[in-house]
């Protein structure tokens, strides 16, 4: 044991000093920069060519990971080649093709009444016109469909139209409170609307991929690997060794 530095039986040693939260903009730009060195930039380009894709994949990966998500959409799209197809075909058809992504008959009821909707509202199986209203106008929209809450929209809009919201998923809402950018106690839409405010327009694409890869290699729920974060500094609830 360094004889400088006792041991306060808490595996945190006598007069190591914890560090503050991250606040403010200035904060969180520290942490973009830093993981931004460490995992890259990020370029937005839109992830599908139509955003009724986007949002239909966005819904089935709810509850579940990437790879069963993937391979949901990719299964509906198979089965359904048209949207026209999916509106018209037995919810148990919906079902069965996207049943690798889990909870698949909630899933299932809720693309059938999602696609009804939008072809009552803009008269076909397109949401083009989201691209048109403003980015309030957008999400206020996208809240009214059928199992799209704050988290969807935000990563649709983000993702497909770069407007900045800041989507909140749990990798994001567990570094947000261990960091200090989200308050212990504060729920998934408080997290949300904390995050849109406090991170800047033009680092939200980057960082929240970013703060995703950092949460799934190094800041895991379980076991994080601190002494090999690039935050470790920043952090007042790193594990101390």
């Known amino acids: 044991m360094d004889r400088g530095r006792r041991s306060t039986g808490s595996g945190k040693p006598e007069g190591a000093r914890t560090p503050r ?114 980015a309030q106008g957008a999400m206020s929209y996208l809240l009214g469909l ?15 139209l770069g407007h900045p919201f800041f989507p909140v998923d749990t990798h994001i809402f567990r570094l947000g409170k261990r960091l200090g950018f989200i308050p212990p106690r504060a729920g998934s839409l408080e997290a949300h609307e904390i995050m849109d405010r406090a991170v800047p327009a033009d680092i939200k694409f980057r960082l929240h991929l970013n703060l995703i890869e950092h949460g799934r290699r190094i800041c895991r729920a379980r076991n994080p690997r601190c002494a090999e974060c690039c935050l470790r500094d920043r952090c007042p609830s790193r594990v101390h060794i």
Not at 25 to 46: N, S, T
Not at 74 to 84: A, D, M
Not at 94 to 109: L, N, T, Y
Not at 110 to 129: H, M, N, P, S, W
């Open 21 to 134: 939260p991250v606040k403010g903009k200035a904060g969180i730009r520290l942490v973009d920069r830093r993981l931004r060195a460490c995992y890259g930039d990020r370029l937005w380009e839109p992830r599908f060519d139509h955003l009724l894709d986007g949002l239909i994949h966005t819904l089935l990966s709810q509850n579940t990971n990437d790879a069963n998500s993937h391979l949901a959409f990719r299964r509906l799209k198979e089965r359904f080649p048209s949207w026209e197809e999916a509106a018209a075909a037995p919810v148990e058809h919906i079902e069965e093709a996207i049943r690798p992504g889990g909870i698949s008959r909630v899933k299932a009821e809720r693309i059938k009444t999602l696609l009804e909707k939008v072809r009552r509202d803009f008269g076909t199986y397109c949401l083009a016109a989201l691209g048109e209203m403003d």
């Open 146 to 160: 059928p199992g799209v809450g704050r988290k969807t929209a935000s990563v649709l809009l983000l993702f497909q």
